[in-house]
């Protein structure tokens, strides 16, 4: 066309060639602009506003999604750089002018098509986090390690383009820049292992509740990218860690107790070892009325009997000669309360067991697991049973083991007090 338009002028203006291939050129490149511009507006002002509003009604999800992630928008714009190119081969003669168009209209074409593949890849993970099966994986850290090889691809088939080189000359060359490039992209690279062996050996996934002291971290995972993972504290505050941390650094996954469907009760309660003591037969008999250890009372007044027979020691020998223990009865009364409980977890272990003596008294631990994760529900259940266990120890005549205070100073300090104006009032009447 440049040619026939340049023929053209030279025939009925009488321009001499260089006037005239100047001429032919402007008005070409002309065309070729007022035809970009009326693409550029049906497609930005007629067509796409209807799309999205066309999306923006529609139910299904991935309708907004589209136009979130501008797919059309940039897909729109690397149908102009298609359509600059072709009119560039087409119309205008092979000269630097067209090098020029063509180069700059494929540079254009690559940079939208890359961000066209970006699009598409935004879509895919923000559906596959609608998927159960693919949500508990760290697709957004995968996600941005493809988005980072897919720009450098591109950035090199662009610099390729521009000085006219062949890509192969570029990617020969960056041998001589590993290091650097190892260095500028350490993080990426890092994160990038440490993505894929989180989420080949399922150590961490989107929702689990992380426990990371090193970093301050303790609460639900809610962001597993490239080069950091995001942790919502349960005090609302959010955690940066970065990825690769989780592979060089020790870290502790609860995910594993909720999918148990129990939560683990280990604590003590600190008990007074002078309040420890054999129990009467009176004491026996009023213990024995409650169901829960009728049966272990029974069955252990059974042993010691057959036991004691068998001695062949004086019934007045304490010393060998076995008997009930309070704190033997309270353990065993403790296990079985705790076995009744609707929110203990059967199938796991339940134990109530003594711990070495301490300056503290002795440590009665009450292990078990609740039926339900939940951390109100549980500090709930966990509450309930202690509670009755600390209230129910004066029935064993048991006593728990407290530091002194300053009331209870005061309260004795008070007592002498008392004793030695006792004292001194006798004196006086003496």
Known sequence: ????????????????????????????????????????????KGLLPYIERRSAGSTRPWGALITRTKLFNRFAFLIQGLVLNIQALVWLHRGTTQEILTTAAQAWCLLFGMLLLFSL????????????????????????SLKLIIAVLFSILI????????????LSGLGAMTAVLMLVFKDPIMGLVAGIQLSVNDMLNVGDWLEMPKYGADGAVTDIGLTT?????WDNTITTIPTYALISDSFKNWQGMTSSGGRRIKRSMNLDTTSIRFLDDKEISKLRRSRLISGYIDEKLQEITDYNAQSQEPEDSVLNHRRLTNLGTFRAYAEAYIKANPAIHKKM???????????DGLPIE????????????YE?????????????????????????????????????AVRESESERGTGLA
């Open 1 to 44: 066309m440049e040619q026939q338009l340049r023929l053209w002028l030279q025939q009925q203006f009488e321009l001499n060639t260089d006037y005239a291939s100047g001429a032919a050129i402007t008005g070409v490149i002309s065309l070729i602009v007022l035809i970009g511009v009326i693409l550029h507006l049906a497609l930005h």
């Open 121 to 144: 890849m935004d879509i895919l993970l923000t559906l596959s986090r609608s998927t159960q099966s693919l949500s508990k994986l760290p697709l957004r850290g995968v996600m941005q």
């Open 159 to 170: 610099i390729s383009l521009l000085i006219g080189k062949s890509p192969l000359i570029l």
């Open 229 to 233: 993972v995001k942790v919502q504290n």
């Open 349 to 359: 272990t339940i134990m109530v067991r003594q711990l070495a003596p301490t300056p």
């Open 366 to 377: 009450i292990y078990a697991f609740t039926n339900v994760t939940a951390w109100i529900a």
């Open 380 to 416: 709930q259940i966990q509450s309930d049973i202690f509670d009755h266990l600390f209230a129910i120890l004066p029935q064993f005549h048991l006593r728990v083991h407290q530091t002194p205070t300053g009331f209870d100073m005061r309260g004795i300090a008070a007592h002498f």
